[in-house]
């Protein structure tokens, strides 16, 4: 078993920068792929972004390329999501993932096997 527990969440005007911490327990943190994913309001949970157990390899959602970064410290047990320029429409739960995986980039939430309980994110205009 894997327990996330994301961190860093909160209210940010448009344009501003917020980061994101997800501290993982349990078992060999770098034993496992991450994901970031969100959900907004009446919409289904989207993928935002992956890297796998060395952080060797990302991979982002269109929506959020060149604007988001996903690293992690394996020493730390902890996977981080870097947002800059926010816009209102990234406002959402912010959940992390695991899954037992390690060099796979898993754009599905159906494909992980542990979740977080999630970060609120709010960018208002």
């Known amino acids: 078993q894997v327990q996330l527990v994301e961190s860093g969440g909160g209210w940010v005007q448009a344009g501003g920068s917020l980061r994101l911490s997800c501290a993982a327990s349990?078992?060999?943190?770098?034993?496992?792929?991450m994901g970031w994913f969100r959900q907004a309001p009446g919409k289904e949970r989207e993928f935002v972004g992956a890297i796998i157990w060395s952080g060797g390899s990302t991979l982002y959602a269109d929506s959020v390329k060149g604007r988001f970064t996903i690293s992690r410290d394996n020493a730390k047990n902890t996977m981080y999501l870097q947002m800059i320029s926010l816009k209102p429409e990234d406002t959402a739960v912010y959940f992390c993932a695991a899954t037992n995986k390690r060099t796979i980039l898993l754009g599905s939430a159906g494909k992980y096997d542990y979740w977080g309980q999630g970060t609120q994110v709010t960018v208002s205009s």
């Open positions: 349990g078992r060999t943190f770098s034993g496992h792929a």
